[in-house]
């Protein structure tokens, strides 16, 4: 198993309060703007306290080889649609995107809605590092240590009404930051979205950084999702609305591909995307392609969850 | 020193040089490790331009040779028409050895079942002919009416190669698209120039 989680008792209030070195390093951000020397200081906060209360990632914990994708990979190749198809746009373009201030708005069949600054949001979870395998629905995969905390702990603290069976997740729309959205290639903003239970899995992670540091802007800051069990697509970046739903809602790739992209979007080698093979994938950093696994590797965790559903016809 | 020598001594060589720059730069780059994160899809990409895009530059030349009066033009399309076979044999080679590791049932089922696979395979088989054909001894053999007319399949060729592109995007058709344009206004002169050649002849 692939996920390595931070004991919360393991972490003295008297070394570190992750928020407060969170808020810190954004508020460094503000002032370090533009000084790349500042980029060793900066990824301190995140470091130090993943050696403090973090197990480093621990092969023998898996049965696959799972190394860490480099770094330079994970934040150099990916797909972020706003800011150009290709895989290096994101990297290349992600610098126009101004992430302080930012702020969450919550919606919908909830008991606490409102626009939140993201210091307060996120504030009153503890931050732990989770090392999990990305499959992309391009049949290519990464391994990442992201930081974050569990969605549910958000959801609970929204207090979602006995009506909410759906959570919506809005990507920032705003063309002058993410450039990509000047051509309609999807429709504007990104939507995602989750049944209430798989939001409330103890695998979904709200994610704030990786590799110790803070989001870099390609790689969804300041808020992205992390659903280790489906395609990645569903893991939304750059999170400005969350919304509590009775029906289900419309997501971006299901409405620009319903052939090809479902609502569940469940990594599943049996069921292949209609122009190309799901069993395999390419883990980035290695030659010969890989099995991919039922979930990801993660059907102990989810399988549950879609017991009795025709995963064929649910894609 | 006459035209025709520079065109033979000096033009050529030299426009052979730049139709293998791509793949020269391609091999710097894999040799430095420059291809990024994931370089069989690189080389893929790379090379599958390369491939559409000397099939189309090899389409344009005439058209250029026509609207100009220039009759030499038409001395470059055999060897462009070469190098677009030459960059769909790498694109090939990739997707075998780099990217399949030559696993013969996984390719066999590509082509059965994945469309752009097909499209791309079928591309591939017919551009074979046209480039053994190239040579001049069997140009002569043939004769020009039938050599012609087999190499009509050019237009097949570049008609499925786009089509290959457009089924491998998930949503961005642009650039395909812009390759797509290219050929129908390729295609839509020849048509013209046809009409217009007939019309002479009335
Ligand atoms: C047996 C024949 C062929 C095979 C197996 C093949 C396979 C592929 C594959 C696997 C990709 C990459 C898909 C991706 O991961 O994005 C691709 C892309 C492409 N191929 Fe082919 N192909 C073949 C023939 C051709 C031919 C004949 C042409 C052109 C005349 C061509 C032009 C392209 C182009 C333009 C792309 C897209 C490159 C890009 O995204 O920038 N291919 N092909």
Redo the contacts with the bound molecule.
């Keep these: 198993m692939l996920i390595k989680i931070g004991k919360k008792s393991d972490l003295k209030e008297s070394e570190v309060t992750p928020q407060s070195l969170f808020d810190q390093r954004r508020q460094f951000i503000k002032k370090a703007a533009g000084y790349s020397v500042a980029a060793a200081t900066l990824s301190l906060p995140f470091s130090a306290m993943a050696a403090l209360n973090l197990n480093p990632f621990q092969k023998e914990n898996s049965s696959l080889s799972d190394e860490l994708t480099a770094r330079k990979h994970v934040v150099s190749y990916n797909n972020f649609y706003e800011f150009g198809t290709d895989k290096k746009d994101p990297a290349a373009h992600a610098g126009s995107l101004k992430t302080d201030p930012w702020s969450v708005t919550v919606a919908g069949e909830c008991a606490k809605p409102g626009v939140y600054a993201l210091e307060d949001l996120v504030k009153p979870h503890a931050f732990e590092e989770r090392i999990y395998r990305l499959r992309c629905v391009?049949?290519w995969s990464m391994v990442i240590p992201w930081i974050g905390f569990p969605l549910a702990d958000l959801i609970k603290q929204m207090q979602p009404t006995s009506k909410a069976r759906y959570v919506e997740f809005t990507t920032l729309h705003d063309p002058q930051q993410m450039p990509g959205q000047k051509r309609s290639v999807l429709d504007w903003p990104y939507i995602e979205a989750l049944r209430m239970d798989e939001a409330m899995n103890p695998l979904s992670l709200m994610a704030v950084g990786l590799y110790g540091e803070v989001l870099p802007n390609q790689n969804g800051a300041p808020l992205r999702l992390v659903l280790p069990w489906k395609y990645g697509f569903k893991s939304i970046k750059s999170i400005v609305k969350i919304r509590f739903s009775e029906t289900q809602p419309r997501t971006t790739w299901n409405l620009s591909g319903p052939g090809e992209y479902g609502f569940y979007a469940n990594v599943n080698p049996e069921v292949d995307h209609p122009r190309?093979s799901q069993s395999r994938e390419r883990r980035i950093g290695e030659f010969r392609k890989r099995k991919t696994q039922m979930f990801n590797g993660y059907a102990e965790e989810v399988a549950h969850m879609y017991r009795g559903m025709n995963l064929k016809r649910n894609f | 020193m006459s035209f025709k020598w520079y065109l033979t001594w000096l033009f050529k060589p030299l426009l052979f040089v730049v139709c293998l720059l791509p793949a020269v730069l391609l091999g710097y780059d894999a040799y430095t490790d420059a291809l990024g994160a994931n370089p069989i899809?690189e080389i893929?990409?790379?090379?599958?331009?390369w491939?559409?895009?000397?099939?189309l530059i090899t389409l344009t030349v005439s058209p250029l040779a026509i609207l100009f009066h220039a009759r030499w033009l038409n001395r470059f399309r055999r060897m462009l028409g070469l190098f677009?076979f030459f960059?769909?044999c790498l694109?090939?080679a990739n997707?075998?050895v780099l990217?399949q590791y030559f696993d013969w049932p996984e390719?066999y089922k590509?082509?059965i079942k994945r469309p752009?696979?097909s499209?791309?395979?079928?591309?591939?088989?017919l551009?074979i002919p046209l480039a053994i054909t190239s040579v001049d001894k069997l140009v002569e053999l043939m004769g020009k009416p039938r050599w012609l007319k087999l190499h009509q399949l050019v237009f097949v060729?570049?008609v499925?190669?786009v089509l290959?592109?457009l089924w491998?995007?998930k949503a961005d058709i642009l650039?395909?698209g812009i390759?797509g344009f290219i050929l129908i206004v390729l295609m839509l002169f020849r048509v013209w120039h046809r009409r217009s050649q007939a019309n002479v002849k009335v």
Excluded: Q
């Design positions: 391009e049949a190309w | 899809e893929s990409h790379i090379t599958g331009d491939s559409l895009r000397f099939l677009c960059y769909v694109h090939l997707y075998v990217d390719i590509d082509i752009y696979i499209v791309g395979f079928a591309a591939f088989v551009l060729c570049a499925l190669g290959h592109y491998v995007v650039e395909p390759y």
